[in-house]
């Protein structure tokens, strides 16, 4: 049995919002168990199941009053275990229980003040002076209060804003209390969790180790695992996981492109071959990169020719290990939810860049993803708690085809070795300067300039090197980073005189969309 169906949880009902993995992290933070569930799958559920303690309904795009669109299955709602309505999920309740839901005449979209009438569990200590400051996302309202069901709080455009009947046990919101613009909203579903379904906190690092080592040893049995180690925090953490589940059992092979950032390979293997003893498969494989990737400038072809070549690798050296039955991956929970076979919710596809992804099919091997029920942060906890350090687990994202994506045009040995060192003095300085923390993603690219310059008194006529550092939540969106004058005249400085090949700094100021992260 696994572990997570003997735990206490909270059940997410999920109607297809932005929103709804906001619930389900909110939820683990506060220490609790909990998974998503797609509407569309909910039978399953219908009957009571005692480990499900509460249930969220998430928000959604459809509306209650089309009903056909909305084949809701409302023995949910019978359980007797408390259940909370979050937007879409407080018209459902209300609809359910015999109140009315309409089109708003007053859209309300963004921030808004909600007025208290009544005490509650759920908003304790959420209002200060009665009133607070909520994110609402919605264009329909609950416009009949449902049969003995008391009104908690207003806003001017949703009278029904927050609602309950305590003997049910049933609450609805109209707005949002998971996103960060919803003042103390975190504390709506602390009181939910705690007051209301009476958990107690059963989801932490160290549970969450145990658990998964011992599944990870339970499916392997005596088969022996492979794992394509890249250094990155997700195929870190599952690299040690496996390694303390299985020990020998797994073989990690770790491919040097040549693309990598400086000293990264000198760091992955002392890391893992000599401080954790990890059976570990190096391959360097620099110059066959190099000789496949001449005169190639097209970013579509670079990144083919290292996906190509990457995959064939791999496969050689995983080839020569005997009775190998798996392949670790660090799929994590917003990938399973992205390409739908979590929740059945329509939403977009797996990002292209897990590399791995066609082999197993390839080479007939299972698949072993221990972390796809985490999220980012919850990985990163997890790496702590296995003993990896703070720097792999705290590094920026970094993408499959390398320093080849940050470096336009074509690709040379001398490129390499001035790109890597001008990153590294940036990487160097963001972390002196206590920055690196606060900024999501950082680097340094080569662009295929060359401008003139003075040094002394001698021209120069030297590659221009482009600085980018962004803050975003998940990759999709971001921001650049505002740094101050005084950093950015010291890094110009110490890559300019410290690096040849490099007498002009520049930094991007676009944001994504319309920019991407990277250059290609
Ligand atoms: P873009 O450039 O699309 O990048 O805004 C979004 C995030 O994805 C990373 N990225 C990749 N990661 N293989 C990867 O593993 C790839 O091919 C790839 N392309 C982009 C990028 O670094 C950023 O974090």
């Known amino acids: ?196 379904c009476k958990l107690t906190k059963n989801w932490s690092s160290r549970d969450q180790k145990k658990k998964l080592i011992n599944e990870v040893r339970n499916s392997v049995g005596n088969s022996k695992v492979i794992c394509a180690l890249s250094g990155g925090v997700d195929s870190s953490v599952v690299a040690k996981l496996l390694s303390n589940a299985i020990g020998k059992k797994l073989t990690c092979i770790f491919v040097n492109t040549g693309l990598l950032r400086k000293d990264e390979e000198k760091q992955v293997v002392n890391t893992f071959k000599k401080r954790f003893k990890i059976n570990l498969i190096y391959v360097n494989a620099e110059n066959l990169f190099l000789s496949k990737l001449k005169n190639v400038s097209d970013p579509e072809k670079k990144r083919k020719i290292i996906g190509n070549l990457f995959i064939k690798i791999f496969e050689k050296y995983a080839n020569k290990i005997e009775n190998v039955k798996f392949l670790a991956q660090g799929t994590l929970y917003p990938d399973l939810i992205e390409s739908k076979s979590v929740t059945g919710s329509q939403t977009s596809k797996i990002k292209s860049h897990h590399n791995v992804g066609g082999l197993p099919k390839k080479m007939k091997l299972k698949l072993i993803e221990p972390l796809k029920y985490l999220f980012k942060d919850e990985v990163r906890k997890l790496g702590l708690e296995l003993g990896l350090s703070n720097e792999i687990i705290s590094r920026h994202p970094f993408p499959g085809p390398g320093l080849a994506i940050r470096m336009p045009g074509i690709i040379t040995k001398e490129k390499i070795k001035i790109l890597k060192e001008a990153d590294n003095y940036f990487i160097k300085s963001l972390k002196d300067n206590n920055l690196y923390d606060k900024i999501w993603q950082a680097y340094a690219a080569l662009l295929p300039v060359k401008t003139v310059g003075v040094m002394g008194d001698n021209r120069t006529y030297e590659y221009l090197c482009l600085l980018r550092a962004i803050t975003s939540e998940d990759g999709m969106t971001a921001d650049f980073f505002q740094f101050n004058k005084s950093f950015m005249q010291s890094i110009s400085n110490q890559i300019v005189n410290n690096i040849r090949g490099i007498n002009r700094v520049v930094y991007d100021v676009t944001s994504k969309p319309p920019s991407t992260i990277e250059l290609e």
């Open 1 to 196: 049995m696994r572990l997570e169906d003997t735990l206490n949880k909270i059940l997410i009902v999920d109607f297809g919002s932005q929103f709804t993995q906001l619930i389900a992290r909110k939820i683990r933070e506060l220490g609790i168990y909990c998974e998503i569930v797609s509407h569309k799958k909910i039978e399953k559920f219908t009957k009571f199941e005692k480990n499900i303690k509460g249930i969220v309904l998430s928000g959604g795009p459809l509306n209650v009053y089309e009903s056909k669109k909305v084949k809701f299955n409302n023995k949910i709602l019978k359980l007797g275990v408390p259940v909370l309505g979050i937007c879409f999920g407080h018209q459902i309740i209300s609809k359910a229980m015999g109140g009315s839901v309409r089109s708003s005449k007053h859209r309300e979209f963004g921030l808004a003040e909600v007025k208290e009438s009544k005490k509650s569990k759920l908003t304790k200590n959420f209002f200060s002076k009665g009133k607070n400051n909520v994110w609402m996302s919605h264009a329909d309202q609950v416009t009949k209060l449902p049969k003995n069901f008391k009104i908690i709080a207003q806003s001017i455009n949703s009278k029904m804003c927050i609602i309950e009947n305590v003997e049910k046990k049933m609450f609805g919101i109209q707005f949002h209390p998971e996103v960060s613009h919803t003042i103390k909203g975190k504390l709506i579903l602390k009181n939910f969790i705690f007051s209301i």
